[in-house]
């Protein structure tokens, strides 16, 4: 069974970092297409930035030069470093995998993953 367990979110100010982790377990397959995902109160879940097993990275506008997503394939964990934090980044966070490369940005839309964590909630404060 896969399971995907995000860590690392919190409430910080304006400016300020987050570090989220994405420990995943039971993936047994040789390709994957990981990614961060997050959906704000009243808001649709967008994507936020994906990457695939040889490390190719696909990331949103929003969040291009502030957000760095990364990976160990080693301890089977998913990061994203979040910095220069604003309010309009406040949301629930998830992480998810797909069992394929990325293939380009279009996994951003989340429609395509296969498996979910529950998230981990950020709040930025102004």
């Known amino acids: 069974q896969v399971q995907l367990v995000e860590s690392g979110g919190g409430s910080v100010q304006s400016g300020g970092s987050l570090l989220l982790s994405c420990t995943v377990s039971?993936?047994?397959?040789?390709?994957?297409?990981m990614g961060w995902f997050r959906q704000a109160q009243w808001k649709q879940r967008e994507g936020v930035a994906v990457?695939?097993?040889?490390?190719?990275?696909f990331s949103v506008d929003s969040v291009k030069g502030r957000f760095t997503i990364s990976q160990d394939n080693a301890k089977r964990t998913l990061y994203l470093q979040m910095s220069s934090l604003k309010p309009e980044d406040t949301a629930m966070y998830y992480c998810?995998?797909?069992?394929?490369?990325?293939?380009?940005?279009?996994?951003?839309?989340?429609?395509?993953?296969?498996?979910w964590g529950k998230g981990t909630l950020v709040t930025i404060s102004s």
């Open positions: 998810a995998v797909r069992r394929d490369y990325c293939s380009g940005s279009a996994p951003l839309d989340g429609v395509s993953m296969d498996y």
């Open positions: 039971g993936y047994t397959y040789s390709r994957h297409c």
């Open positions: 990457i695939d097993h040889e490390g190719h990275t």
